[in-house]
């Protein structure tokens, strides 16, 4: 499929044709065949899901499930060890309340270069719990395997290690196979951030052997509001639900209660998105149609070109590492990052984002409070990426 032939999948270049999105790091556009089947599901299949029994409940019902199961394979996990949920900050807030209440760990870790939503829930937790918080520290924006092994030797067992797949601000990709093998030798169990990864390359849930996953779907094209929350069965049986009420419950008596012993049920308590799982198992098919290794070609193209122009720019400084996907962190000496990124959105149709990034411990190890992000996805152009590096050259011309 040609890039033409891909872009017109998408309506919004059709109502903005000279749009220059680079911001698909905050969420990704949406594909005619992901607005359809939403808008098929609200036609022809709507009702509540595992509750009635007359015909199109059941209909509801069936395809919520055959998304999970769609959605599970894409990560290559079964379809029981899928939990739905608002997104990955609802996922990681999951892990993190019921493994802290659950007295079973001693220590939480997380690296300082984390995506909030994967730094607060531990830290949040780990206060009220008085369990040990170690904040791994991050010189600039990597990590190595020595400097982990280093902070994990002396950390009391068993602990939690939580770590992004791929970095947020700076699209530096984590060597999380190699770590979920070091977690587990040292006692720990590992929760992999997905949020940017899932959408940029195969994620094998089994192969990788992590404990736990977490990704969104708005990032990866599907609707707001739907997430999920991968884990090993056992881990999932042991969890602690966060939201008790309707559809996860067996028995309730006056004195005590007791819950869904299927697992999906008893970790997906109220009336769940179930347009926005059709979304995500409609998302997964598109991406599969694509291919997720023509994807991550193409973006892998993209961020390097972008990166060489950048670099040719005197004044611009690029805080991504070598070896960073789709994600480029940067700034201007001269210019500050919002009036940078407000003067290419408005001025130019190039939309990028400017700030913390929701990771405002990952920009004080980079000695800065404030950056610009241009970040890719395949239904990207060379021309993008020339459109930003003219802009910043005619915001150059405009500010100075
Ligand atoms: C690495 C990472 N983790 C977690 C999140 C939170 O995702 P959501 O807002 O979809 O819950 C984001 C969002 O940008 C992210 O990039």
Do not use: C
């Given at each position: 499929m040609s890039i033409k032939e891909v872009?017109?999948?998408?309506?919004?270049?059709r109502h903005y044709p000279s749009l220059a999105y680079l911001d698909s790091a905050a969420t990704a556009q949406k594909p005619q065949s992901v607005i359809d089947a939403v808008k098929g599901f609200y036609e022809r299949e709507n009702a509540n899901v595992h509750r009635a029994v007359y015909p199109l409940a059941e209909k509801s019902t069936a395809l919520y499930e055959s998304s999970r199961s769609e959605v599970a394979r894409f990560i290559g996990a079964e379809r029981d060890e899928l939990?739905?949920?608002?997104?990955?900050?609802e996922s990681l807030n999951i892990i993190a309340?019921?493994?802290?209440?659950s007295g079973r760990y001693k220590t939480f870790v997380v690296?300082?270069?984390e995506h909030h939503s994967n730094f607060l829930p531990w830290q949040y937790h780990s206060l009220k719990n008085e369990i040990k918080f170690v904040a791994l520290p991050i010189m600039g924006a990597e990590l190595t395997m020595t400097e982990v092994e280093e902070n994990l030797t002396g950390v009391e067992a068993p602990f939690v290690f939580s770590i992004g797949g791929l970095i947020n601000a700076t699209g530096y990709r984590t060597p999380f196979e190699d770590l979920t093998e070091l977690v587990h030798s040292f006692g720990?169990?590992?929760?992999?951030?997905?949020?940017?990864l899932v959408p940029h390359e195969i994620f094998d849930f089994k192969k990788v052997n992590s404990d736990f996953l977490v990704f969104s779907g708005h990032k990866m094209l599907a609707e707001t509001g739907i997430g999920c929350l991968v884990g090993r069965a056992e881990l999932l049986d042991d969890l602690t639900p966060f939201v008790f009420g309707g559809g996860m419950v067996d028995r309730v008596s006056i004195e005590t209660s007791s819950?869904?012993?299927?697992r999906t049920s008893r970790l997906e308590g109220g009336t769940q998105n179930i347009s926005g799982a059709v979304s995500l198992a409609s998302a997964c098919r598109y991406l599969n149609k694509i291919g997720m290794s023509a994807i991550h070609k193409h973006v892998s193209y993209l961020t390097e070109t972008a990166r060489e122009m950048l670099k040719q720019i005197s004044n611009?400084?690029?805080y991504s590492p070598p070896d960073s996907h789709a994600i480029l962190l940067f700034s201007h000496k001269n210019i500050h990052s919002h009036d940078l990124a407000e003067f290419l959105g408005r001025t130019q149709e190039v939309a990028i984002r400017s700030g913390h990034h929701c990771a405002q411990l990952q920009m004080e190890a980079l000695g800065i409070t404030s950056a610009c992000r241009a970040s890719f996805y395949f239904y990207n152009t060379v021309e993008d990426v020339e459109r930003l590096i003219e802009g910043i050259s005619k915001a150059e011309r405009w500010f100075l």
């Open positions: 872009r017109r999948d998408f309506p919004v270049f939990i739905f949920t608002k997104g990955s900050t309340n019921a493994l802290a209440t690296p300082t270069f720990g169990l590992i929760v992999i951030d997905g949020a940017q819950y869904a012993k299927e611009v400084t690029v």
